[in-house]
């Protein structure tokens, strides 16, 4: 059984290169980025894996494409240009 929502249009800032790899994720899987994320949020708050392996070769190849060259590891220490330290 299909369970219904209310979505909310949200301003949230991110990184450029990681917003391209996921626009480009996204249309490889024919969702909207909000979907994506929608998935990967309720994925995450369950400790399961998102992404199938072929779909992390993709992701691999947007990085590549895009050169994001982040990891989880940099998550709590991104600093925007222009920001002091």
Partial sequence: MEKQIER???G???E???LKVLKGLAEH???SVGDLLEGMA???FENKPPFSKKTLEKISQLKSV???DLDAGDS???R???EKP
Avoid: A, F, P, W
């Fill in 8 to 10: 909310v249009q949200t």
């Fill in 12 to 14: 949230v800032r991110i």
């Fill in 16 to 18: 450029k290169r990681l």
């Fill in 29 to 31: 899987l024919d969702l």
């Fill in 42 to 44: 309720l994925h995450s």
């Fill in 66 to 68: 895009y050169d994001l």
């Fill in 76 to 78: 709590h220490s991104l």
């Fill in 80 to 82: 925007e240009i222009g």
